[in-house]
């Protein structure tokens, strides 16, 4: 084998080794990157139009993350690390994203690269989902309710069991299961609108999607105030005040509670 092509082969050994050995659900999860490795197609990387690209996957990040620095990073050095696409099954010009949204993203931006590196796979839905699925557990910067509603993503769009999805996302049955009540309980909408909430754990949306419950405030009201906190923290410039997230869970906590209390 070429030296070029281990190369090439290694990338998504990368991602497979990013994370600590872990027990048997880590495991499925560097096979499930494996997978997707080897059946990566001629282990080439190929340069893409990205209006070729599809993306429909179930959303594993309620934010993207600062694309300007990632679009001037690759303008200025090129775009290091392939995205993996799938060729759509309906349109052979077309191609399905399996992992990569940040750095298709940061490409669609940029007005001097035209063109994203990708390594194409050829995946079925089911092997799309899990490369997808095992690519973000060796991320460690998802909170609690991104990957609450991920998990609640994934088990509406029939990826497998709570003890199937348990097993890819590296957790218990019981505290998947936990998880996609919540979730199910705050609802999508409002959870990405709020966002994702760095640093607040499960007992407090659990305490919070409780207060919501018996409050009876109407949900546009609701969403209306976790809109304006958020957006009053970004305007407001301080570098040291809460991030624009939590000041807006923060505002829906207090609006949660003194509504309970106007109820007793």
């Known amino acids: 084998m070429s030296d070029s092509k281990k190369k090439r082969m290694s990338m998504l050994d990368t991602l497979a080794a990013s994370s600590p050995p872990a027990p048997s659900s880590m495991m499925a999860t560097n096979r499930a990157l494996r997978s997707a490795r080897d059946a990566v197609d001629s282990h080439r990387v190929w340069d893409l139009d990205p209006e070729q690209i599809i993306d429909d996957r179930p959303a594993d990040r309620f934010d993207p993350g600062d694309i300007h620095d990632l679009r001037l990073s690759i ?3 090129g775009q290091t690390v392939p995205i993996l696409v799938r060729r759509d099954a309906q349109d052979p010009d077309r191609y399905r994203l399996v992992y990569g949204a940040r750095r298709l993203a940061a490409v669609r931006s940029s007005d001097s690269v035209t063109k994203v590196r990708a390594l194409i796979a050829n995946l079925d839905d089911d092997a799309a989902l899990r490369a997808q699925v095992s690519e973000n557990t060796a991320r460690r910067d998802l ?7 991920f998990a609640m993503q994934l088990s509406d769009n029939g990826f497998g069991s709570q003890t199937e999805i348990a097993e890819v996302l590296n957790a218990t049955k019981s505290s998947v299961s936990m998880a996609i009540s919540i979730a199910r309980s705050i609802g999508e909408p409002l959870a990405t609108t709020i966002g994702p909430a760095h640093g607040v754990g499960r007992p407090r949306w659990e305490s919070l999607a409780a207060d919501l419950a018996s409050s009876g405030i109407a949900a546009e009201d609701v969403h209306r105030i976790a809109r304006n906190a958020r957006m009053k923290a970004q305007l407001s410039g301080d570098e ?5 997230s939590v ?7 207090q609006i ?3 509504s309970c209390r106007e109820r007793v």
């Open 256 to 258: 949660g509670r003194a």
């Open 247 to 253: 000041a807006a869970f923060e505002a829906v906590v």
């Open 143 to 149: 909170s609690f309710i991104e990957r609450a509603v």
């Open 75 to 77: 303008e200025a050095v």
């Open 240 to 244: 040291t005040g809460p991030d624009p």
